[in-house]
């Protein structure tokens, strides 16, 4: 029931933010900032002190039949005429995810805290809602429920974009919205094709994911339903070359926006992979891994190469992002311990790092309203604060040991050299190529001359704060990575992946 | 006659009787909020009694009617149809337009036609219900001829309407006389069991009859290619007539082409499949292709509606597939979402709008979100429900839709679906994007004004009836699985 009490504290949070409004401009993201600190209260007492919340017990996975580790599992009839239900569960990999979401819920509100003062009600009501949406897709254990979520979460982030993004923000909003419903219609045609040859088989008609999990499929049917989970979820992820709308939806949106969809929405679809994709259709899986890890390897270098190209910061930060994503890609279609755990780490890292690089971006456009790096330089000596935060994170991104990325790609690498050794040599070369690109960022705003004799605020001791705190788990996880390794192994056990 | 029988007639009594007194007190009293409220009443009565008064089901009264679950569900359906066009006609013409009395006769005779159809299964039935509603349309859609700002087009609307209407009624009575001349019945269940007999060798006579009869039928749904009408006629008409021919026109006929469908086995002629097959397809994407251009509020629905009804036809080509139950759940699924959600569209263009000035065009809608928030609510709301999106009737339906296809294995369709609800959300996201812009200044807003209380109320329900059934939808699907029955 937890589970469900911080998606409902999101859901009435955007509701009485929407309705504050009328007591004044302010009243939005004070509402929305409690909703989102109890929401972090909730999931730090899941982290730290389960048995508080009387989670200590896992005695309803037994009904369930099942040997992973689940933390929480809440079921109740929904729609019982389909075997639809809500079944909402998190174990270590969700929970992970869900902390992920809402601590960078917090930094969005922290972005969005001195940009958007018009029309804010409605604003915090679609940033509650989407982060509600993402959580009810790291959650979400039923087929039907879990698709009903990924539509969800689109919606306010439409709004979102197509209201307070930039200048051509139709264009990206309906870009965004178009390729992840199209493809989420392909993966809805799927799931009703597995549910119904598992109906064939069995004679229960159902969406429960553990119940769907050990159906017998035929090869090439098993491809083809396969293929359509696959896509939707590279479309989300993105990887080449599915990744079209991510660069005008993530320039165009708010920086707020942009760093929900860089920190979290893109996990959606990693996590996709991870929980059904591969455990649903192993055979056919194992048939498509070559083919998928090839993407995740040009995905890793041909972005790394368009982003070099760019000139519009957050665009160019956009490119980055499916180069790093493409590690993701590549590790889950390893399916070793090394290359899963890799991308789990890669996922939490990037989510981190993406979302400081582009609120660092958000805040300088706000401050000297272009994000054309050609017109910025010297920036340090107007700005030392901010200009160290992107360093930092730049480093970060780039790999640098000692930070959580490193950890993530190191692992997805190590893993993945055991399968595939031709491709993993050439997604290494990936690493190269993002030294390139980030020091050119650092070089071009925030050295050389301030030409156009930009002078801007430094960081605010808000600012200050959401960067320290992501810097703060970029350490952790760098340096002590074994916390989330610990956490996230018996889910991976549970899914099939074989330790040592 | 049996007393079952009267009972179960209690339905279309009621609603002529009422018709009758509606009449009467025109003639005597003219007096617009008076005979709207007696509308209001036989309508409420009428769509009541079964509540009161338990039907015997199923019952076949005299050859032409019958009565079950799935005739009175659709009944229900057409006469909350009525009721909420008699809710948004009066601030329409009240005040805006004269002698306003007669129109509500009209909904009358309308929406009995509707309910004949839903619960014929004769041709005879079949053609009286429809000749009824059909001619009833006619002067509905050019009700305000003597507003002098609008007349030239409800009466162009309604002459348009007229022709294309009649000749389709004369293929259709075209297509009953060949099935007829070639298996001497004009019972739905009949014509299965005589074409049974005649299985051996297909008879290209009765081929066509069929073929005519579902090009009537095609005309009637507006599927491409015969729904050249719509959208000129969707515009003309005033908002409240758009709205009955939307809704109760569309479900009346859906209820009894699907039940002529299931009982005549006419899925029997692989030909038939095919043809049904092509117009599905060429609904689903010449119709949202079609919306895409449109500036106009209500061609762009006639459009949207084009579309809809092919995604509809996705289920009826199931039906010869997928069990019975299935396929008249679906059916009745969707009609209901369509219906609700169409009925909150108008509702909102009927708040803007009044015999003197429709509200109709796309620049109307910029910044409504800011103007009215309340009215750019519903109206989002209706067009996620369009465009399938969860949280909403729409997304139910359509997953329906999908479940059918699925189990039909109609993939090529499946994939005409896909391609067609990417277009259309194409348009509704244009659409919702033009709600959100930033407002402009207009004098007059009508949207500043205040919102007349019948489209007021059908709004709010019918809003509340889009959540309820994409949230909840478990109470309606128990009631949707006992339609079955009958087949």
């Known amino acids: 029931m937890i589970l469900v009490w911080l998606m409902l504290i999101l859901f009435a949070g955007g509701i009485g933010a929407w309705l504050a409004e009328s007591r004044g401009a302010e009243h939005p993201r004070t509402v929305a900032l409690a909703a989102v600190l109890l929401d972090l209260f909730l999931v730090i007492l899941m982290l730290v002190a389960p048995e508080t919340l009387g989670l200590g017990g896992v005695d309803t996975v037994a009904q369930l039949g099942q040997t992973g580790d689940w933390l929480v599992l809440y079921q109740a009839d929904w729609i019982p005429r389909f075997g639809v239900?809500?079944?909402?569960?998190?174990?270590?990999?969700?929970?992970?995810?869900?902390?992920?979401?809402?601590?960078?819920?917090?930094?969005?509100?922290?972005?969005?805290?001195?940009?958007?003062?018009?029309?804010?009600?409605?604003?915090?009501?679609?940033?509650?809602?989407?982060?509600?949406?993402?959580?009810?897709?790291?959650?979400?254990?039923?087929?039907?429920?879990f698709f009903f979520f990924w539509e969800v979460m689109l919606i306010p982030m439409y709004f979102i974009i197509a209201i307070w993004g930039h200048e051509n923000k139709e264009y990206a909003a309906m870009k965004f919205f178009i390729?992840?419903?199209?493809?989420?219609?392909?993966?809805?045609?799927?799931?009703?094709?597995?549910?119904?040859?598992?109906?064939?088989s069995s004679g229960d008609l159902t969406f429960n994911?553990?119940?769907?999990?050990?159906?017998?499929?035929?090869?090439?049917?098993?491809?083809?339903?396969?293929?359509?989970?696959?896509?939707?979820?590279?479309?989300?992820?993105?990887?080449?070359?599915?990744?079209?709308?991510?660069?005008?939806?993530?320039?165009?949106a708010p920086t707020a926006g942009s760093v929900i969809l860089a920190g979290v929405l893109l996990k959606t679809g990693a996590y996709g992979l991870i929980r059904f994709t591969v455990p649903l259709f192993?055979?056919?899986?194992?048939?498509?891994?070559?083919?998928?890890?090839?993407?995740?390897?040009?995905?890793?270098?041909?972005?790394?190469?368009?982003?070099?190209?760019?000139?519009?910061l957050k665009r160019l930060i956009a490119y980055t992002s499916v180069s790093h994503m493409g590690f993701v890609l590549l590790g889950v279609y390893a399916w070793n311990a090394q290359a899963m755990q890799g991308a789990v780490m890669t996922m939490l890292a990037h989510g981190f790092s993406a979302a400081a690089l582009f609120m660092l971006a958000g805040g300088i456009q706000h401050r000297i309203h272009t994000r054309n790096m050609d017109e910025m330089g010297g920036l340090w000596a107007v700005a030392p604060k901010m200009a160290f935060m992107a360093l930092f994170f730049t480093v970060a991104a780039v790999g640098m040991p000692g930070l959580g990325n490193f950890v993530g790609e190191f692992?997805?690498?190590?893993?993945?050299?055991?399968?595939?050794?031709?491709?993993?040599?050439?997604?290494?070369?990936?690493?190269?190529?993002?030294?390139?690109?980030?020091?050119?960022?650092?070089?071009?705003?925030?050295?050389?001359?301030?030409?156009?004799?930009?002078?801007?605020?430094?960081?605010?001791?808000?600012?200050?704060?959401?960067?320290?705190?992501?810097?703060?788990?970029?350490?952790?996880?760098?340096?002590?990575p074994q916390t989330m390794l610990d956490m996230a192994?018996?889910?991976?056990?549970?899914?099939?992946?074989?330790f040592p | 006659m049996s007393s079952e029988a009267i009972i179960d007639l209690l339905q279309i009594i009621l609603l002529t009787v009422s018709t009758v007194v509606v009449m009467i007190t025109a003639a005597f009293k003219r007096d617009h909020g008076l005979v709207n409220a007696l509308t209001q009443c036989g309508?409420?009565?009428?769509?009541?009694?079964?509540?009161?008064?338990?039907?015997?089901?199923?019952?076949?009264?005299?050859?032409?009617?019958?009565?079950?679950?799935?005739?009175?569900?659709?009944?229900?359906?057409?006469?909350?149809?009525?009721i909420a066009v008699t809710a948004l006609a009066y601030p329409y013409f009240e005040n805006h337009n004269q002698h306003n009395e007669e129109f509500y006769l009209l909904v009358l005779t309308g929406t009995l036609g509707a309910v004949v159809m839903a619960c014929s299964n004769h041709f005879v039935s079949f053609f009286l219900g429809m000749e009824m509603l059909s001619v009833s349309l006619y002067v509905m859609i050019a009700y305000p001829i003597h507003s002098e700002k609008v007349a030239k087009f409800p009466l162009e609307a309604s002459i348009k309407y007229l022709i294309m209407s009649g000749v389709t009624s004369g293929i259709i009575l075209f297509g009953m006389a060949l099935v007829y001349a070639v298996l001497g019945t004009f019972e739905f269940t009949g014509l299965a069991v005589a074409a049974g007999a005649l299985a051996e060798g297909l008879d290209p006579v009765l081929l066509i009859g069929f073929l005519l009869l579902i090009a009537g039928i095609a005309f009637k749904l507006s599927l491409v290619p015969f729904h050249m009408w719509t959208p000129d006629v969707y515009e003309g008409a005033p908002v409240p007539v758009t709205a009955f021919l939307a809704t109760v026109s569309k479900a009346a006929m859906v209820a009894v082409a699907l039940r002529l469908?299931?009982?005549?086995?006419?899925?029997?002629?692989?030909?038939?499949?095919?043809?049904?097959?092509?117009?599905?397809?060429?609904?689903?994407?010449?119709?949202?292709?079609?919306?895409?251009?449109?500036?106009?509020?209500?061609?762009?629905?006639?459009?949207?509606?084009?579309?809809?009804?092919?995604?509809?036809?996705?289920?009826?080509?199931?039906?010869?597939?997928?069990p019975d139950m299935l396929s008249v759940e679906s059916v009745g699924y969707y009609v209901a979402a369509y219906m609700v959600t169409s009925l909150a569209g108008f509702a909102v263009v009927n708040a803007l709008s009044n015999a003197g000035k429709e509200m109709d065009q796309l620049s109307d809608y910029q910044g409504l979100f800011w103007r009215n928030p309340l009215l750019a609510t519903v109206m989002i709301t209706v067009f996620l429900s369009l465009a399938g999106i969860p949280l909403t009737a729409g997304f139910i339906g359509k997953f329906y839709i999908f479940t059918t296809g699925v189990e039909g294995q109609l993939w090529f369709l499946l994939t005409m679906l896909i391609i067609g609800s990417a277009i259309g959300l194409y348009y509704y996201l244009r659409l919702i994007y033009t709600i959100l812009q930033p407002a402009q200044p207009q004098k007059d807003d009508p949207a500043l004004g205040i919102i007349p209380f019948g489209a007021k109320a059908v709004m709010t329900l019918m809003t509340v009836a889009i959540i309820w059934l994409g949230v909840y939808p478990m109470p309606f699907i128990d009631t949707l699985q006992s339609l079955a029955g009958g087949f």
Not at chain 1, 105 to 134: K, M, P
Not at chain 2, 48 to 71: A, K
Request: negative net charge.
């Open chain 1, 282 to 312: 192993p055979d056919a899986s194992i048939a498509f891994a070559p083919v998928a890890m090839t993407m995740g390897a040009i995905s890793i270098l041909y972005t790394a190469k368009v982003a070099y190209a760019q000139t519009d």
């Open chain 2, 43 to 82: 309508l409420f009565a009428s769509l009541l009694i079964f509540v009161f008064v338990p039907p015997v089901l199923p019952l076949q009264v005299t050859p032409l009617l019958i009565f079950d679950e799935y005739s009175l569900f659709f009944s229900a359906l057409i006469i909350i149809g009525g």
């Open chain 1, 179 to 200: 390729f992840t419903q199209v493809s989420g219609l392909l993966m809805l045609v799927c799931i009703l094709s597995l549910v119904f040859l598992h109906y064939q």
């Open chain 2, 261 to 322: 469908m299931l009982n005549a086995q006419i899925f029997e002629f692989t030909q038939v499949t095919v043809v049904l097959s092509l117009l599905a397809a060429a609904s689903m994407i010449f119709g949202n292709l079609l919306a895409v251009m449109q500036s106009n509020v209500k061609r762009l629905l006639a459009y949207s509606s084009i579309a809809h009804m092919g995604y509809l036809l996705v289920v009826v080509i199931a039906a010869a597939l997928v």
């Open chain 1, 411 to 480: 692992l997805v690498l190590l893993g993945s050299f055991q399968v595939n050794i031709l491709t993993t040599a050439f997604a290494s070369l990936g690493l190269v190529v993002a030294a390139v690109y980030s020091l050119i960022v650092i070089q071009k705003v925030f050295h050389g001359k301030n030409t156009h004799n930009h002078s801007m605020a430094d960081l605010s001791t808000m600012e200050f704060l959401c960067f320290a705190l992501m810097m703060i788990g970029l350490l952790w996880m760098g340096l002590y």
């Open chain 1, 85 to 145: 239900s809500f079944i909402f569960g998190v174990d270590g990999l969700g929970l992970m995810l869900v902390a992920l979401t809402v601590f960078l819920g917090l930094i969005a509100l922290g972005a969005a805290w001195g940009e958007i003062h018009e029309r804010s009600g409605f604003f915090y009501f679609n940033l509650l809602w989407t982060l509600a949406g993402v959580i009810g897709v790291f959650t979400a254990l039923d087929l039907f429920l």
């Open chain 1, 209 to 252: 994911y553990f119940e769907l999990l050990g159906t017998q499929l035929a090869p090439e049917v098993g491809m083809l339903v396969m293929l359509g989970f696959f896509i939707a979820f590279a479309t989300k992820l993105p990887a080449v070359p599915f990744h079209n709308w991510l660069p005008d939806a993530h320039s165009q």
């Open chain 1, 489 to 498: 192994e018996p889910t991976l056990r549970s899914l099939g992946v074989g």
